[in-house]
């Protein structure tokens, strides 16, 4: 485990001395999402170099990260950023393959592009669906549903609100740049007064935004396709669909409680969009199923591993080292449908415990979500040995992450990440 979090140049002096038989992988940012990232890749012994401005996530104390330390953030300055991860770079002796594990760091690799580093995405295509204006108008085309949607590139606000009614979501055209601004990238507005005032900021600041209908969302019936497709296209893709069944909280929030489950037309839409777009690599297609319209309609593309990315990989769907063999070209030899480790596919829940107490806390009635046997495997520790469950956070083979969150939770750590 990486026994403690650098400076740059600390990073720079520790891996001097470091000697690696295969290229490591660059893991940024460092917290949950990162975490899950890194254990799936030291489960085949790649060394893995955790990245982010700050030590305070999770994933630095894991064993399953070799070394870990901090680089300039993206959004402060895309040079100095670029900079320090050459800098890191040089010392390695391989060229490592990165992992981006939040929206500004996927656009600062594939924008700054440092030397050196392979990227298992493609940077000349992953905008065309991870862009939200981009991605709502191949949508369009393609004929897949999608909430009504105006830019206000192109419609006036006050039309747009006329046309869709209040309340209203407003979204930034890219996520975290919008966030950063705003405080949230998915933002619901109840009248003309909230409205003009966040238009109002985001023209400040050069922000591009979505007005979009309020979806009746049918709660826990959600589905994302997540699959890693490689250069050669869907038709090779490895992937399953998970359905979040709990998130924190139950309306726009995260995923704590996701079920693998059979989709097969998501799957063609979301396949359709990728294949349409030329994009491989990691990504999880986001559809939610409206009441209104009594289908399932896309929300978001993520071009990039997301907070569950353990359930894919305990499915047998091992999205993180198939993009790392097929970065360097060594290829895993798997097509869609398969299990990376050859064997028949698993149904598997995943589950992060932080937020699913959170929600009990105050809706008891996802209790029955979890049945005994689950607590059972969970409080015992089982379920890292028998297929089929996994977690967030919580593994008593390593607990030093757990131990990080409840720092973060209860004590002066802090540490905010949109996963």
């Known amino acids: 485990m990486a026994e403690t979090f650098h400076s740059t140049a600390g990073l720079r002096s520790a891996l001097a001395d470091a000697s690696f038989d295969r290229p490591p992988a660059l893991v940024a940012n460092a917290h949950i999402t990162g975490l899950g990232v890194a ?12 990245l982010d401005r700050t030590g305070r996530g999770v994933a630095p104390p894991s ?9 300039t953030y993206p959004l402060d300055d895309l040079d100095a950023f670029r900079e320090d991860v050459e800098d890191v770079t040089t010392e390695i002796g391989h060229e490592p393959v990165a992992f981006t594990c939040m929206d500004e760091w996927v656009n600062a690799f594939a924008e700054a592009r440092p030397e ?5 995405f493609d940077h000349r295509t992953y905008d065309a669906v991870l862009d939200k204006e981009s991605l709502y108008g191949r949508c369009a085309d393609l004929g897949v549903p999608y909430p009504e949607t105006y830019s206000l590139a192109a419609v006036d606000p006050d039309e747009a609100a006329d046309r869709l009614g209040f309340p209203l979501v407003v979204k930034p ?3 975290r740049e919008g966030e950063a601004v705003l405080g949230t990238n998915v933002l619901e507005v109840d009248d003309a007064d909230e409205l003009a005032s966040v238009v ?5 600041a050069d922000i591009r935004l979505l007005l979009q209908e309020r979806i009746d969302v049918a709660v826990g019936e959600d589905r994302s396709v997540v699959s890693y497709v490689p250069p050669a296209g869907v038709e ?5 669909v998970g359905n979040a069944r709990v998130r924190n909280p139950t309306g726009y929030g995260t995923s704590c409680v996701v079920r693998s489950v059979e989709s097969p037309e998501i799957v063609e839409r979301a396949y359709g969009l990728l294949d349409d777009a030329g994009y491989h690599g990691i990504s999880e297609a986001e559809f939610v199923y409206d009441r209104a319209r009594e289908e399932f309609v896309l929300i978001d593309l993520n071009t990039r591993p997301w907070k569950w990315i353990g359930l894919p990989v305990e499915a047998g769907a091992d999205l993180p080292y198939a993009a790392y063999a097929e970065a360097l070209e060594e290829g895993t030899g798997v097509r869609a449908g398969d299990r990376t480790d050859g064997g028949d596919a698993t149904d598997a829940t995943w589950v992060y415990l932080r937020d699913y107490f959170e929600v009990l806390a105050s809706e008891p009635s996802f209790a029955d979500v979890l049945d005994r046997e689950t607590w059972t495997r969970l409080a ?6 028998e297929r089929g469950l996994t977690t967030g956070v919580y593994a008593p083979s390593d ?14 750590n802090e540490y905010y990440c949109s996963c």
Request: hydrophobic share 45%.
């Open 116 to 120: 050196g580093v392979r990227l298992p």
């Open 380 to 385: 015992s520790g089982r379920f890292e040995t």
């Open 173 to 175: 055209a890219r996520k």
């Open 236 to 240: 090779d893709a490895v992937g399953i």
């Open 39 to 50: 254990r799936a890749l030291a489960a085949h012994d790649v060394p893995v170099i955790a």
């Open 399 to 412: 607990p030093a992450p757990t131990a990080r969150l409840v720092e973060t939770e209860f004590g002066s």
């Open 63 to 71: 064993e399953a990260v070799a070394y870990a330390g901090q680089v």
């Open 200 to 204: 109002a900021t985001a023209e400040d």
